[in-house]
């Protein structure tokens, strides 16, 4: 299963994105939180990344919340 969530910040300039993809073997996956610029309205370049986790995890889209 793969999770995704993400929130722009109220001045519109950041945007956070979540993202745990197991790429077809939950022994394989990793987790990632992005913080991204926003460019014309869209979610631009990463500004930076932190890894949170690789391997399998018992994770539901409601286990996660972006803000």
Known sequence: ???FDSAIRT????AGVFEYDEADDPKSA????????????RVGP?????????????ITEADILVR
């Open 1 to 3: 299963m793969d999770v």
């Open 30 to 41: 990793t987790a990632y939180f992005y913080l991204c610029r926003i460019e014309d309205g």
């Open 46 to 58: 990463v500004v930076d990344a932190i890894h949170v986790r690789s391997g399998d995890w018992a």
């Open 11 to 14: 001045k519109r300039d950041l």
